[in-house]
């Protein structure tokens, strides 16, 4: 009982000090606050929608990659790959690194707004291969050009004519000079360069001014990057372009997504 | 990040150096770091966890310039987040919001302690971005933010806190841009708040009415009660006076730490001597000057940074290691331990009615619960009894200073060669006092406080034992000793008693030894209960 009096008087002091404080701080100015805007976890889906676009275009890059020795095969003119090849492979490869399945989309733990977008990508990637197929069916030469870096420009392209969103593979140091980095990208580009950097996660910032959610994905070199893009450094690979040294595993530029923001 | 982190540091703390300090001795003597906000009324304070990162103190001050001592509770590096505890009753807490339902443009209150000032300092802001790093996600708030703003609250048009505010987080480039700062989502604290007794979670967000708050000014105001300022000193910063440029060797802490017969006082090799003297007197006579030696070099060292204060009144207790506890005393005095004590200023002599009298008449203090001594004109020197320890706590903080905590006490009263009196291991000194089972001064009760020179610690700290009994700073935690940090304990989260310390003149020799721990309810009060304070050394 005692001890209620007792917090209760010391907490009459202690309050009463408080209004002395409360008399000698800065007077607050500006409107009353309003709500508008993004909210948050609209962000956080816009975030995970990006990051798994970005994920669905180098699974699709994977896909041309693993399929360079067929593409290359010069005696075979009819090499199967197919749209919906691509497609099954793409899949695949898609649910072993996010553990989506693009069949099933409604079953799948993603926002509701990702989805048509994942479906549009993948379509995507089918026209680009369905368009590729005389490309990769041509005799006589080894060497088609139909990379992944090629393939993953075309999506893109392609992608950003049919949603809006834009999809960019992008390094330090680009063959393509449509690639280059701007400001944004350098800077996230500098920070997965760093060793100690975390693998596979993403960089991402939703600004009032840009009014759009860009997102950064860091790329990872695998052993079929590294026949164009690895030692010796300077000696030409097939496609006539100076090898650039990298190592296994190695951070190999990012895929950037830029979605606008809903409204407006 | 860590470069940004640096630079805030430095702002912080470049003033901390010795020499800057003799430069301008008007410095305020505390180190501000940053800003944090009241969470629950319990005296739960959310700050960034960069704010008391190497904290040797962490020193909590609530509105109205009310210090506390607070205890870590839980950290979230990952985050930039940390929980704090402070004993405080009728704090203000701030209500929660859902992070989830913040906007981008959305427009922001943020409240803090800018470069550690005094004056808190509301500013107003927009959600300008939201930016995701690795495992971190932020809001960008373009409100004018500064050193010591970090670890302070963003609320949103409710008077929520729908942020954290943080330094840690920096822009790729590493350049960090003017009128940009970050705060980190209040959903991430979950975890840390989990640490809070019966916390409620279901009212975040719930927007519920704050007051009568009609206009911006007075939610403004509704808000600043909520936001205290936290000041650290650091590890790092000040260590034992012996090791920083300007003292004569190495040999403070050393000595201070040096129990002469080693092997003797060793827990395991005390056992067993029952009550005996553990140390011999010669070896008690070489300590006291070995601890006033060092107490003199530390006084010395501050006078040099041009920080000493009030040494009539007050003593200096040097850092360093001492042991705490006692083998052959009741089970909530083992285990014997060591345990390193910041240097700190403690109280010579128990307060008095003089003095507690004057807190009265400033309106701060409420008189004792029997006003007996306190209204009898001869027992002016007397020290102040029938106090509740938050009688006490109000008292020392109307001083400026603190309640010491157990372990402040002990150090204090057996210097580091675990001795059983502060005066030694002699026994005679209480045996001589002894009438009918208890200790008797010359007065059958208290008597005027440092009239027993001879009952002095080597610190110069007076009626340690004798006179009457002392509320410290901790919570009573029975098995406390096992669990105690080896680094300034601050005693148990939380308890239901409070530690009392030194044995008054009704004790029984038992309670007379140094490493006795008392205890009782903090709203008990009596003719044997008084309290001392101590001070931070800035």
């Known amino acids: ?264 | 990040m860590r470069t940004l982190a640096l630079i805030c540091g430095l702002c912080v703390f470049s003033q901390g150096g010795a020499a800057a300090a003799a430069e301008r001795p008007a410095f305020p003597p505390e180190r501000p770091a940053g800003t944090g906000v009241i969470v629950h009324s319990d005296g739960y304070v959310l700050t960034a966890q960069h704010v008391v990162a190497g904290a040797k103190r962490i020193v909590v001050v609530t509105s109205g310039e009310f210090r506390a001592p607070a205890a870590l509770i839980s950290t979230d590096q990952e985050h930039d987040l940390a929980l704090l505890k402070i004993e405080t009753v009728g704090l203000s807490e701030a209500r929660l919001g859902y992070a989830g339902a913040v906007r981008l443009d959305q427009e922001v209150i943020t409240v803090g302690f800018q470069f550690g000032l005094k004056e808190v300092s509301v500013t107003r802001g927009r959600i300008v971005a939201v930016r995701s790093k690795g495992v971190r996600r932020v809001f960008q708030v373009d409100a004018a933010i500064n050193p010591g703003n970090s670890g302070g609250p963003v609320f949103n048009g409710d008077g929520e806190v729908v942020g954290i505010l943080t330094t840690k987080f920096s822009h790729p480039s590493g350049i960090v841009p003017e009128g940009m700062s970050f705060a980190v989502p209040i959903s991430y604290a979950t975890p840390l708040l989990a640490n809070i007794p019966d916390f409620d979670f279901t009212t975040m967000g719930k927007g519920r009415k704050i007051g009568k708050a009609k206009d911006d000014a007075g939610l403004a105001q509704k808000l600043v009660p909520t936001s205290v300022r936290i000041d650290i000193v650091k590890v790092t910063e000040s260590p034992p006076p012996g090791v920083l440029p300007g003292a004569s060797s190495a040999s403070q802490p050393k000595s201070d730490l040096q129990p002469p017969p080693v092997g003797r006082i060793h827990p395991e090799a005390s056992q067993g001597d029952g009550i005996a003297p553990i140390v011999d007197e010669a070896s008690v006579e070489k300590t006291n000057e070995r601890l006033k030696a060092a107490q003199r070099e530390a006084l010395e060292h501050l006078a040099y940074r041009g920080s000493v204060v009030s040494e009539g009144m007050m003593a200096l207790i040097p850092a360093g290691e001492f042991i705490m506890g006692a083998e052959d005393l009741l089970p909530d005095a083992r285990p014997v331990h060591r345990v390193f004590v910041s240097a700190f200023w403690l109280d010579r002599y128990q307060v008095t009615n003089s003095q507690y009298r004057r807190c009265v008449e400033a309106g701060v203090c409420t008189p004792p619960k029997d006003r007996e001594a306190f209204e009898d004109a001869e027992r002016s020197q007397h020290p102040a009894t029938n106090v509740t320890w938050s009688q006490a706590r109000t008292y020392c903080q109307w001083k400026g200073k603190r309640l010491p905590t157990e372990a402040e006490w002990e150090k204090a009263a057996r210097g580091t060669d675990g001795r059983r009196y502060p005066w030694g291991n002699s026994g005679d000194v209480i045996n001589a006092r002894l009438k009918s089972g208890e200790i008797r001064t010359t007065h059958n009760g208290t008597e005027p406080v440092g009239s027993q020179s001879a009952l002095a610690s080597p610190y110069g700290v007076f009626d340690l034992v004798g006179n009457v009994s002392e509320w410290v700073k901790d919570w009573y935690g029975e098995d406390f000793y096992q669990v105690s940090p080896s680094h300034d304990p601050q005693g148990p989260a939380r308890g239901s008693f409070r530690v009392l310390r030194g044995g008054s003149f009704t004790a029984r020799p038992l309670e007379a030894h140094v490493s006795h721990r008392g205890w009782d309810e903090m709203s008990y009060w009596g003719p044997t209960l008084g309290f001392r304070c101590a001070l931070d050394i800035p």
């Not at chain 1, 001890?3 to 007077?27: C, D, E, K, M, N």
């Not at chain 1, 910032?205 to 300077?234: D, I, W």
């Open chain 1, 1 to 264: 009982m005692r001890l209620h009096a007792v917090r209760w008087v010391i907490g009459l002091l202690v309050s009463s000090t408080f209004v002395y404080a409360q008399g000698t701080a800065p007077q607050a100015r500006g409107a009353r606050i309003t709500e508008k805007g993004v909210a948050l976890t609209t962000i956080i889906e816009l975030e995970t929608t990006a990051r798994l676009l970005a994920i669905l275009l180098d699974s699709g890059r994977s896909v041309i990659n693993e399929n360079q020795p067929i593409f290359d095969d010069p005696e075979t003119a009819d090499k199967g790959f197919t749209p919906n090849v691509f497609e099954k492979q793409l899949q695949e490869v898609f649910r072993s690194r996010t553990g989506i399945d693009l069949q099933d989309l409604a079953a799948a733990r993603v926002p509701m707004s990702t989805i048509p977008l994942l479906k549009a990508l993948v379509e995507a990637g089918k026209h680009v291969v369905a368009d590729a197929q005389p490309e990769i069916n041509r005799k006589g030469i080894e060497f088609k050009g139909f990379i992944p870096a090629v393939f993953g420009q075309r999506v893109g392209r392609l992608f950003t004519v049919r949603t809006g969103v834009r999809l960019k593979q992008t390094s330090l140091v680009v063959r393509n000079p449509a690639n280059t980095p701007d400001a944004e990208e350098r800077t996230a580009l500098e920070a997965f360069a760093d060793p100690s950097y975390p693998r596979e996660k993403a960089i991402s910032e939703v600004t009032k001014q840009s009014n759009a959610l860009r997102l950064m994905f860091p790329l990872y070199t695998t052993r079929q990057c590294l026949n164009c893009h690895g030692e010796p450094k300077g000696k030409l690979d097939k496609t006539g372009y100076p090898r650039e040294g990298l190592k296994l595993g190695q951070n190999a530029g990012a895929i950037s997504v830029m979605i606008p923001l809903p409204g407006k």
